[in-house]
């Protein structure tokens, strides 16, 4: 029989010991997560579309985004289409500078999705953002629990810039960046700041991040009275940009699939999924 769907608010918890909780709160989850878990959309979209009366669990309309099911028997459908697993999917975009990453902007400016017309970006989110003046390595997927895990200060995973400046940086404005620097009471720091070249009125400097807050890079030169020329993500962790066109996409390797996982300590999780690729291809 299939367990019926819970309005509650959380799961009931049982004495087990931490093992077992986690084995339970894996099964059952909150319908928005169910739907985001999926690979389907994401939560603030799945919310939208239970409110809206569009999603219905083992035959019944659910219109409440705090009801809890069972992912692991629930029969999911939106708009009287059963939905399953989707394949997770990992592609890499040079973003080119002066696209904005959303994926429609109400001001009907060009976004990243439009490099994506050649393959069904539905359900595709960024991993994060680049700002519109901003270019480089964005990635996109549909797997929504290793994008947050990803993103998680606690994992570290750095992401490394490239950036043109209009001065000559001498070794005490690196260090000052790796040091930290206060810009409107928040504390700025890159893990690493130096330089990779230089002319006579500019040169480029690379930094990587930790983190990257709300445009961190930029406010950090500002706050030496720095402008920034340009400024190109090379890297996301061990995942390098290369020698991408500008404005082309590509699927991620296995390879980098696996390292991707890696850092996100779910390693096991990642292996599996590409022998479930392996074998449904075969």
């Not at 509650?8 to 918890?13: F, L, T």
């Not at 904005?100 to 359900?123: F, K, M, N, Q, S």
Request: hydrophobic share 40%; with cysteine; charged share 30%.
């Amino acid at each position: 029989m299939r367990q019926r769907v819970s309005q509650r608010h959380a799961p009931q918890r049982s004495g087990k010991g931490a093992k077992g909780r986690q084995e339970t709160e894996g099964k059952r989850v909150t319908l928005p997560r169910a739907l985001s878990k999926l690979g389907y959309c994401s939560r603030t979209q799945a919310e939208s579309l239970i409110a809206g009366g569009r999603v219905a669990v083992d035959g019944r309309k659910i219109t409440d985004p705090a009801a809890w099911i069972d992912l692991d028997q629930a029969r999911i459908a939106v708009d009287g289409i059963e939905i399953s697993a989707e394949k997770k999917l990992w592609f890499m975009l040079n973003k080119p500078r002066g696209l904005v990453t959303t994926r429609d902007d109400p001001e009907g400016r060009p976004t990243v999705y439009d490099c994506l017309r050649d393959i069904d970006a539905r359900h595709l989110a960024p991993v994060g953002r680049l700002d519109k003046a901003s270019e480089g390595l964005l990635l996109f997927t549909n797997d929504t629990v290793l994008a947050q895990a990803l993103l998680d200060p606690v994992t570290h995973v750095g992401k490394i810039y490239h950036v043109q400046v209009n001065r000559i940086m001498d070794q005490e404005l690196l260090d000052r960046m790796e040091s930290g620097i206060i810009d409107d009471g928040e504390l700025l720091t890159a893990i690493s700041a130096r330089l990779l070249r230089s002319g006579d009125r500019n040169g480029w400097i690379e930094v990587e991040l930790k983190e990257g807050r709300n445009r961190q890079i930029r406010r950090m030169l500002e706050a030496l009275d720095i402008e920034c020329l340009r400024l190109v993500r090379v890297a996301f962790g061990n995942i390098m940009l290369g020698d991408l066109p500008k404005g082309a996409v590509r699927a991620l390797t296995e390879a980098e699939l696996l390292e991707l996982h890696r850092r996100a300590g779910m390693e096991k999780n990642g292996r599996n999924a590409m022998k479930a690729g392996r074998n449904a291809a075969s």
